[in-house]
């Protein structure tokens, strides 16, 4: 049986409607493939308290779990695992992001979510997405 990953993810979504996608950086895997920011829980951590401390990490930004409204959720088996990643819209926090770690970043509009090259999980979070906005 696979273990079960679970990974939380959020759409930043700022004031002309458009959504930061982040480039996996080389080295890791799916490197060059588009993805909505985020992260692995740690042990006893909740999505929203996870997605809180890595865009702290990763883009520099403070956000609070009153500001992430859960949005959609991908289930996807990959190999030795399944993945179970809940999407969080944001459109609420401060700072300016900033990829530090390696990654690129992209804001994007709604027509270009689905064109992307993105992990196939957030494929069908993405369409969804696409059509909320």
């Given at each position: 049986?696979a273990?079960?990953?679970?990974v939380?993810?959020?759409?930043l979504i700022?004031?002309?409607?458009?959504?930061?996608?982040?480039?996996?950086?080389?080295?890791?895997?799916?490197?060059?493939?588009?993805?909505?920011?985020?992260?692995k829980?740690?042990?006893?951590e909740?999505p929203?308290?996870?997605?809180?401390?890595e865009?702290k990490?990763?883009?520099?930004i403070?956000?609070e779990?009153s500001c992430l409204?859960?949005?959609?959720f991908?289930?996807?088996?990959s190999g030795?695992?399944?993945?179970?990643?809940?999407?969080?819209?944001?459109?609420?926090?401060?700072?300016?992001?900033?990829?530090?770690?390696?990654?690129?970043?992209?804001?994007?509009?709604?027509?270009?979510?689905?064109?992307?090259e993105?992990?196939p999980?957030d494929?069908?979070?993405?369409?969804?997405?696409r059509?909320?906005?």
């Amino acid at each position: 049986m696979a273990e079960l990953l679970l990974v939380a993810a959020c759409a930043l979504i700022d004031r002309d409607g458009r959504v930061l996608m982040a480039r996996r950086p080389e080295g890791k895997p799916m490197a060059g493939l588009w993805e909505f920011p985020g992260g692995k829980l740690a042990e006893g951590e909740t999505p929203e308290a996870a997605l809180v401390r890595e865009l702290k990490e990763e883009l520099a930004i403070d956000t609070e779990a009153s500001c992430l409204a859960p949005f959609a959720f991908a289930s996807q088996a990959s190999g030795e695992f399944h993945l179970l990643m809940p999407l969080f819209v944001c459109r609420k926090w401060n700072g300016v992001p900033k990829p530090l770690e390696g990654q690129e970043l992209k804001w994007v509009r709604r027509d270009a979510l689905t064109t992307m090259e993105t992990p196939p999980a957030d494929r069908p979070l993405a369409a969804q997405l696409r059509e909320l906005l």
